[in-house]
């Protein structure tokens, strides 16, 4: 299939800095409900480094934060040649998935060899052995999702795969005569996985035509194309490069804006009940203020 899929582009932040000349207006927004990080945002001056990384750089576009967001983290790594790591995960509850969006590298995970290039992605289960180098000339530079896995006693836990965006077909959403199309990763009815990372594209024109309000958490970056998004009560305008938090229940929808299509890296939580900690931490804390009254 890879053959006859149109040529793909995928947007990645270089760094440097503005001159001295640019105004201080632009996109940037960030509040309870979502958050709007421009590209332009994402300049030498914000970029973080990692234990056990060698020649690598990233710019953070979320975390777990109050107020921000609560189920996972979401970069954008820059490795460059001769760069990588033998140890690139430090916590074992972890599971990730990467996206190449420029230049190549080579995974190396459970003993087998991924060459990736842009549009390569790879699911990583916890405790996954694996590293990744950067062995061409050019810097590499993939978004990496996070999430700490939540198993299910009786439910076996999801494997290890590496796969191509060519080579996944749309899904398109019923009634839109595939001007809105979702590319698929996970199979959506496999809930050994508890998060999504898909590629969603509108063709121009194309819209979300109801605000969306739902439980899952996203995480959303522009691969491609512009369009106006709808983010609780506000309408932003987005380009190839901006990234987008929307807490759950905030409402959403967007107009595609052309002249070609508007792609998306979209992360969503999903497969799992509801926590009730904060319920329990409250039931405890109402069984200490008895068990106290009644000494």
Same mark, same amino acid.
């Given at each position: #299939? $890879?053959?006859?899929?149109?040529?793909?582009?995928y947007?990645?932040?270089?760094?440097?800095?503005?001159?001295q000349?640019t105004?201080?207006?632009?996109?940037?927004? @960030?509040?309870?409900?979502?958050?709007?990080? &421009? +590209?332009?945002?994402?300049?030498?001056?914000?970029? $973080?480094?990692?234990? =056990?990384?060698?020649?690598?750089?990233?710019?953070?576009? $979320?975390?777990?934060l109050?107020?921000?967001?609560e189920?996972?983290?979401?970069?954008?790594v820059?490795?460059?040649?001769?760069?990588? $790591?033998?140890?690139?995960?430090?916590?074992p509850s972890?599971?990730?998935?990467?996206?190449? /969006?420029?230049?190549?590298a080579?995974?190396?995970?459970?003993?087998? *060899?991924?060459? !990736?290039?842009?549009?390569?992605?790879? =699911?990583?289960?916890?405790?996954?052995?694996?590293?990744?180098k950067?062995?061409?000339?050019?810097?590499?530079? =993939?978004?990496? /999702?996070? +999430?700490? @896995?939540?198993?299910?006693e009786?439910?076996?836990?999801?494997?290890? %795969?590496?796969?191509?965006?060519?080579?996944?077909?749309?899904?398109? #959403?019923?009634?839109?005569?595939?001007?809105?199309?979702t590319?698929?990763f996970?199979?959506?009815?496999?809930?050994?996985h508890?998060?999504?990372?898909?590629? /969603?594209?509108?063709?121009?024109g194309?819209?979300?035509? =109801?605000?969306?309000?739902?439980v899952?958490?996203?995480?959303?970056?522009?691969?491609?194309?512009?369009? /106006?998004?709808?983010?609780?009560?506000?309408?932003?305008?987005?380009?190839?490069g901006?990234?987008?938090?929307l *807490?759950? %229940?905030?409402?959403?929808?967007?107009?595609?804006g052309? &002249?070609?299509?508007? *792609?998306?890296? !979209?992360?969503?939580?999903?497969?799992?009940?509801? +926590?009730?900690?904060?319920?329990?931490? @409250?039931?405890?804390?109402?069984?200490?203020? %008895?068990?106290s009254?009644?000494?």
């Amino acid at each position: #299939m $890879s053959q006859s899929m149109p040529p793909r582009s995928y947007y990645a932040p270089t760094g440097g800095h503005p001159g001295q000349e640019t105004l201080l207006t632009d996109r940037a927004v @960030f509040t309870d409900a979502y958050a709007v990080i &421009p +590209k332009g945002t994402m300049r030498d001056i914000v970029t $973080s480094y990692l234990p =056990f990384w060698d020649k690598t750089r990233l710019w953070v576009l $979320s975390r777990p934060l109050s107020g921000f967001a609560e189920t996972f983290s979401q970069y954008i790594v820059e490795v460059s040649p001769g760069g990588g $790591s033998d140890r690139p995960e430090t916590d074992p509850s972890a599971e990730g998935v990467l996206f190449v /969006v420029e230049g190549e590298a080579v995974l190396t995970a459970d003993g087998q *060899r991924y060459d !990736l290039r842009p549009g390569s992605y790879a =699911f990583l289960p916890p405790q996954t052995d694996w590293s990744l180098k950067n062995t061409g000339s050019e810097p590499v530079r =993939f978004h990496w /999702v996070r +999430k700490a @896995f939540e198993p299910v006693e009786g439910l076996e836990r999801p494997t290890l %795969f590496v796969t191509h965006e060519n080579d996944i077909e749309p899904r398109a #959403m019923p009634g839109t005569d595939g001007k809105w199309a979702t590319t698929r990763f996970v199979d959506p009815e496999d809930v050994r996985h508890d998060m999504h990372v898909n590629i /969603v594209t509108f063709q121009p024109g194309a819209v979300i035509p =109801f605000a969306e309000t739902h439980v899952m958490e996203h995480g959303l970056y522009v691969l491609e194309g512009k369009a /106006v998004y709808r983010l609780n009560q506000d309408w932003v305008e987005v380009e190839a490069g901006d990234y987008m938090w929307l *807490r759950a %229940f905030c409402p959403q929808a967007c107009y595609a804006g052309g &002249p070609g299509p508007f *792609r998306y890296l !979209l992360y969503k939580d999903v497969n799992r009940h509801m +926590k009730l900690q904060a319920a329990g931490r @409250f039931e405890a804390g109402a069984r200490q203020s %008895f068990r106290s009254a009644a000494e």
